[in-house]
């Protein structure tokens, strides 16, 4: 699932994706799933949270590798739908709840 993404992200030209909002709903529909498959395969807790940054990292550094490219482009919002997706995924995989008790005691 991951190297499908890198694979997305780095391909001069990825198939086209019929939605009014296409580009941005398929970052962040991709990052939703990666981070909700992982969050339910891992532990809830600390393996989440290194989950969901990691991710964000993983869509950080895939647009600024995209912008050393020459057919490809570097767009804050999609680094922002990717952030958004992941946080979906995090709260769908139910890590959310657990993590917030754990910050109140």
Known sequence: MVALVVFMSLTPSPPGIIARFGDKA???????????WFGLAYTKGRSHML??????????????IQHITRFR?????????NASGV???WI?????PECRSRWKA
């Open 26 to 36: 398929a970052h962040f529909i991709s990052y939703l799933g990666l981070m909700s």
């Open 51 to 64: 989950l969901a940054c990691s991710f964000i990292l993983m869509g950080v550094l895939l647009e600024s």
């Open 73 to 81: 482009t570097f767009e804050v919002l999609d680094i922002l739908a």
């Open 87 to 89: 946080m979906g995924g």
């Open 92 to 96: 769908l995989s139910g890590a959310y």
